[in-house]
């Protein structure tokens, strides 16, 4: 199926919405799915020096399948930037709950108040109202990963040869501008993306999220 991803148009499962009202209007939480790799024509990846971050650019977002902005034999799903996703993985360890409660003015905490890492953060695509929101487009970053799986991570999508799809569940925060990813599920290849106690690449995303994953106002 992933060969097919440039050619073919999936079938759409949102109905006259595009990605970003369509993560707007989800009331508590988003399921989203995503490839990264080469069977992307829009595919980029680079680490910097000391392998403490990777980029990815042109992941193709498998799930939802917005009907908006319109699409067919001429116009590619995936010729829209709106249904397409970056991505960073990345080693820091001091984005976190504390950082983001500071930063926000707000007093949000996980189920064990003493639980502060948080897996990543997603940012919609702007409205493009401004001359600056043309520069950002859908973005995930995932952070307290580690060196050796950056560079392994690296290797996997230059060369090619296993799929990198993230199943992600994102938690809804009206008062945060990038909204934080309390569940993943990946492949077996790519399982170890972070060190987190919490984390179990092996979770049902369709049971997801987690009473311990969400985060409540206190």
Known sequence: MLKL?????PKITEKNINFR???????SYLRIRIYFGKESPFFKCDKDFNSQNIKVEGGLILEP????????????????????????VSTKTDINL?????LYKTSYSFKNAERKKIFGFFKPIPERNRLGDWLYGNFISINNSYENYINSLYEFLRDGTKPFVINAIVQKIDEWESWPVI????DRDYSEIIKDEYFD???NIYEMPYESDILFKK
């Open 5 to 9: 991803l440039n050619y073919k148009n």
């Open 65 to 88: 399948i917005c009907e908006l902005p319109k699409f067919g034999f001429l116009k590619n799903f995936y010729s829209h930037e709106s249904n397409r996703m970056d991505l960073s």
């Open 98 to 102: 504390d950082a983001y409660n500071n």
């Open 201 to 203: 690449f092996a979770n």
């Open 183 to 186: 569940g993943m599920a990946l």
């Open 21 to 27: 009202n369509w993560a707007f209007s989800q009331k």
